[in-house]
Nanobody, 127 residues
Framework: QVQLVESGGGLVQTGGSLRLSCAVSGRTFSSYAMGWFRQAPGKEREFVASISESGGDAYYADSVKGRFTISRDNAKNTVYLQMNSLKPEDTAVYYC????????????????????WGQGTQVTVSS
């Protein structure tokens, strides 16, 4: 059974930084693309970033491009999200997810492309 455990969320001031981590077990981590999504109160879950199996390709939502960086360590079965220049509108619960299909070496961005999710970690950016 696939398990994803996020960590690293917290309260930060506008302009600050946080690094989220997501540890994955129960799946051959290096064979699957990974993604980060977020959900703010009263809003739908939205795509943030994704990374291919090898880490060679990444894709970002326009709202975070240039501020957030997704990376992965296949030896540690962990994906990261480095968040810089945080804004109050980045406040949300952040979820990591694994892609459904192994071996495509792509960076998917549709929620329907992902089939396993973590429990989420809260990020709050104060103004």
């Amino acid at each position: 059974q696939v398990q994803l455990v996020e960590s690293g969320g917290g309260l930060v001031q506008t302009g600050g930084s946080l690094r989220l981590s997501c540890a994955v077990s129960g799946r051959t981590f290096s064979s699957y693309a990974m993604g980060w999504f977020r959900q703010a109160p009263g809003k739908e879950r939205e795509f943030v970033a994704s990374i291919s199996e090898s880490g060679g390709d990444a894709y970002y939502a326009d709202s975070v491009k240039g501020r957030f960086t997704i990376s992965r360590d296949n030896a540690k079965n962990t994906v990261y999200l480095q968040m810089n220049s945080l804004k109050p509108e980045d406040t949300a619960v952040y979820y990591c997810a694994t892609n459904k299909i192994p071996g495509r070496n792509w960076a998917p961005f549709l929620m329907s492309d992902f089939d396993s999710w973590g429990q989420g970690t809260q990020v709050t950016v104060s103004s």
